[in-house]
């Protein structure tokens, strides 16, 4: 029987699954930005919630899923946030973008926060109550929620610039 | 039994032959599957699609593909030493 080689369809079956590996790594930066952005949305969406909504517990539990998925997301890919360019193959021209969008968003949040923090502080100083202690709880934990993903280093925003 | 008219010249392992091509055949393409479903790319595109996906909704889907894609991670760092 001449007719059949085993080798050349163990390499046809071997160039097929390298392909299918290789289209799997090129998809990869854009889901790992569109990560990136939709786990930042939804830290947004979900504190915003647990600020001003009366549903705090829906609020939380998302804050709570998005700041997890943040961390181990930062701590296996590179982050888009950080000015200098990673090298691990992901496209340049998308990462100053997503970082532009996640710095505003994240910081539009932190102003919100910032404030309902300050004006709370206010009115708790002018007439002490339980609710008002409570929403300087949650103003603090929002702040604190938005410094863990920005990791403390502020990326340069075009604000500053002005 | 599939029985061959008797005009046609056959061998008599010829159906051997065949069975024995497509268990290598089916063997490969059985080990290049695991292959891509164990890779490092593959293990990355499922946290990729479980952290977009359970954010902000909370599914179990995008919960178990996370666990898997940190699972298949574990086994390839395993491996490397």
């Known amino acids: 029987m001449s007719g059949f080689d085993p080798f050349t369809i163990e390499q046809t079956i071997e160039t097929f699954s390298s392909y299918i590996i290789s289209i799997l790594e090129s998809i990869l930066p854009v889901l790992i930005i569109l990560a990136f952005v939709t786990s930042n949305i939804a830290l947004i969406f979900g504190g915003i919630t647990y600020l001003v909504d009366y549903n705090e517990e829906n609020g939380k539990r998302i804050i709570f899923r998005s700041l997890i998925v943040l961390i181990l997301m930062m701590n296996i890919f590179p982050y888009p946030l950080d000015n200098e360019q990673p090298e691990t193959g992901i496209q340049t021209d998308i990462i100053p973008i997503t970082s532009y969008i996640t710095s505003y968003l994240l910081f539009t949040f932190g102003a919100l926060s910032l404030i309902v923090f300050i004006g709370n502080l206010g009115l708790f100083l002018i007439e002490a109550d339980l609710k008002r202690k409570k929403n300087l709880k949650k103003s603090i934990i929002c702040l604190l929620c938005v410094l863990l993903p920005l990791g403390f280093k502020f990326p340069k925003m075009p604000i500053w610039l002005w | ?81």
């Not at chain 2, 063997?27 to 990729?48: D, N, R």
């Open chain 2, 1 to 81: 039994m599939c029985s061959s008219p008797s005009w046609i010249q056959i061998p008599q392992d010829a159906y051997l032959v065949v069975v024995e091509m497509l268990d290598e055949i089916l063997i490969q393409v059985v080990i290049s599957i695991v292959e891509i479903i164990t890779s490092i790319p593959f293990g990355a595109f499922l946290i990729a699609f479980g952290s977009i996906i359970y954010p902000p909704t909370g599914n179990k889907l995008g919960k178990y593909c996370l666990f898997l894609g940190l699972f298949l991670f574990t086994i390839n760092q395993i491996s490397h030493f």
